[in-house]
Nanobody, 122 residues
């Protein structure tokens, strides 16, 4: 049973924007904190942003703070990551994840999406 499905990745020039969406099952969306992680080729998976169940608490990696915004769309059971001022170093596969606790550690996340590729050209 698929719990999280990402969409919205693609190829964009440096300085451009993308909007990633993660559609969650109703059960997961109502009960879990949600986050985005990313993994570049040959590198470890990194935390990007997370949002609490209520949507009132957010946190960002230093590398994306001020450029990326995470939000929840309660009407659509969706978590959105808005990516602005993109840089080539943002190139990675972006994963949506769900956890019962508010965390920036990937091992706390119980459900994962399949990932969506973001490529930023210079």
């Amino acid at each position: 049973q698929v719990q999280l499905v990402e969409s919205g990745g693609g190829l964009v020039q440096a300085g451009g924007s993308l909007r990633l969406s993660c559609a969650a099952s109703a059960r997961v969306f109502r009960s879990y904190a949600l986050a985005w992680f990313r993994q570049a080729p040959g590198k470890e998976q990194d935390f990007v942003a997370r949002i609490s169940l209520s949507g009132t608490s957010t946190a960002y990696a230093d590398s994306v703070r001020g450029r990326f915004t995470i939000s929840r769309d309660n009407a659509k059971n969706t978590v959105v990551l808005q990516l602005n001022s993109l840089k080539p170093e943002d190139t990675a596969v972006y994963y949506c994840a769900a956890a019962r606790t508010l965390s920036e550690r990937s091992y706390n996340y119980e459900y994962w999406g399949q990932g969506t590729q973001v490529t930023v050209s210079s």
